[in-house]
């Protein structure tokens, strides 16, 4: 498994870049760099490629509604330009609550714009005059929607890949599907191995039934908070306000993906009362219910007998790339975890 890592979403930038650099040092091989509401990601990721010599870069994600998809291959191209190469695209939907909330945008039809925003990166990245004619784009824009001066045009520049990367943020059974068809690679959220076929195996049975044979096999990056030692449960527990964050407040009643997710596992009654004392305001109560053993299922905390487990559990389920956050006191210590869950990952 490739050993990545997600930045903080508040993290400036020059603090940042010191302590990755010891990262790409004890063995770090993707980071990536999410973009909700604070800082853009392409800033950070031009700043990180500039400074590193051998690390992956991945926007983790990019949303798909707050930049034109011409726009968002164009960045592309630049940061694969600005790292040798050394770029993947990670595109979303991301949510209601940040797309309408913060952006102002309407939150529709996130299959057929994400379909449809690979089709049009990709062709940008081959140089091909861009011509589009789909439901959500139309490149150029009809003459009865404009002035009817648009032509269609061509990258003027020469990316170093025809091919980036194209990640996929995804977690319905509809956007699994497609994502197998389309994407090289796949990131759900809360990932449960053992679930995991159970929850996704039919959606990506049938888009790797349609996907085209020159994309690579399907790389699925998973997330994980790691800490290895003993008596680690203060540490579990507190990832209890993230997941009753999402779980609970990410969207109202029947428009929580994620508390749809955590249903599916087979937490039902457990989602709806986070999401209940959630919305009602009682956010720490929410976080106390949400299930212990959905919280060790989804992190590496704990002994190194109990990481060694969750390791080979991702691996037979089909993790390719393992996206830890390390949780110690010091940036050299978080250095060692992950020098160590590199060294565990190749010998489970």
């Given at each position: 498994m490739r050993i990545g890592m997600p930045l903080n979403y508040s993290g400036g930038f020059k603090e940042t870049m010191a302590e990755l650099a010891l990262h790409e040092k004890a063995g770090l091989?993707?980071?990536y760099v999410p973009e909700a509401y604070s800082f853009d990601a392409v800033s950070q990721m031009g700043f990180i490629a500039a400074r590193t010599e051998r690390l992956?870069?991945?926007?983790?994600?990019l949303q798909i509604y707050t930049r034109t998809p011409t726009s968002t291959a164009m960045?592309?191209?630049?940061?694969d330009y600005v790292s040798d190469g050394r770029?993947?695209?990670g595109i979303g939907a991301s949510g209601p609550q940040v797309i309408e909330g913060f952006h102002g945008v309407p939150y529709q039809a996130p299959l057929g714009r994400t379909r449809e925003i690979v089709e049009i990166c990709r062709k940008v990245w081959r140089r091909e005059k861009l011509t589009h004619e789909g439901k959500h784009f139309q490149i150029p824009l009809p003459a009865e929607q404009g002035t009817g001066l648009g032509k269609p045009l061509k990258l003027i520049n020469h990316p170093v890949r025809d091919r980036i990367p194209i990640m996929i943020a995804a977690i319905?059974?509809?956007?699994?599907?497609?994502?197998?068809e389309i994407a090289e690679s796949w990131e759900p959220i809360f990932y449960v191995p053992e679930k995991a076929h159970e929850v996704w195996g039919q959606s990506l049975a049938e888009g790797r039934a349609k996907r085209d044979e020159t994309l690579p096999e399907l790389d699925t990056v998973v997330q994980a908070p790691l800490a290895i030692g003993d008596?680690?449960?203060d540490l579990l527990d507190s990832m209890r306000p993230m997941l009753a964050l999402y779980i609970g407040g990410m969207g109202a009643k029947g428009r929580n993906f994620y508390n749809s997710l955590a249903q599916r596992y087979g937490y039902e009654a457990e989602a709806e009362k986070i999401q209940d004392l959630y919305l009602d305001g009682k956010k720490d109560e929410a976080a106390a219910h949400v299930p212990t053993d959905l919280l060790t299922k989804t992190s590496l905390i704990g002994p190194e007998s109990h990481v060694r487990e969750r390791?080979?559990?991702l691996k037979e389920s089909g993790v390719t790339t393992l996206?830890?956050?390390p949780l110690a006191g010091t940036a050299d210590e978080r250095a060692r975890l992950i020098e160590r869950i590199r060294a565990l990952s190749e010998e489970v």
């Amino acid at each position: 498994m490739r050993i990545g890592m997600p930045l903080n979403y508040s993290g400036g930038f020059k603090e940042t870049m010191a302590e990755l650099a010891l990262h790409e040092k004890a063995g770090l091989d993707i980071v990536y760099v999410p973009e909700a509401y604070s800082f853009d990601a392409v800033s950070q990721m031009g700043f990180i490629a500039a400074r590193t010599e051998r690390l992956q870069i991945a926007s983790g994600i990019l949303q798909i509604y707050t930049r034109t998809p011409t726009s968002t291959a164009m960045t592309a191209a630049g940061l694969d330009y600005v790292s040798d190469g050394r770029f993947t695209l990670g595109i979303g939907a991301s949510g209601p609550q940040v797309i309408e909330g913060f952006h102002g945008v309407p939150y529709q039809a996130p299959l057929g714009r994400t379909r449809e925003i690979v089709e049009i990166c990709r062709k940008v990245w081959r140089r091909e005059k861009l011509t589009h004619e789909g439901k959500h784009f139309q490149i150029p824009l009809p003459a009865e929607q404009g002035t009817g001066l648009g032509k269609p045009l061509k990258l003027i520049n020469h990316p170093v890949r025809d091919r980036i990367p194209i990640m996929i943020a995804a977690i319905g059974p509809k956007n699994v599907a497609m994502t197998a068809e389309i994407a090289e690679s796949w990131e759900p959220i809360f990932y449960v191995p053992e679930k995991a076929h159970e929850v996704w195996g039919q959606s990506l049975a049938e888009g790797r039934a349609k996907r085209d044979e020159t994309l690579p096999e399907l790389d699925t990056v998973v997330q994980a908070p790691l800490a290895i030692g003993d008596g680690l449960d203060d540490l579990l527990d507190s990832m209890r306000p993230m997941l009753a964050l999402y779980i609970g407040g990410m969207g109202a009643k029947g428009r929580n993906f994620y508390n749809s997710l955590a249903q599916r596992y087979g937490y039902e009654a457990e989602a709806e009362k986070i999401q209940d004392l959630y919305l009602d305001g009682k956010k720490d109560e929410a976080a106390a219910h949400v299930p212990t053993d959905l919280l060790t299922k989804t992190s590496l905390i704990g002994p190194e007998s109990h990481v060694r487990e969750r390791l080979a559990a991702l691996k037979e389920s089909g993790v390719t790339t393992l996206n830890v956050t390390p949780l110690a006191g010091t940036a050299d210590e978080r250095a060692r975890l992950i020098e160590r869950i590199r060294a565990l990952s190749e010998e489970v």
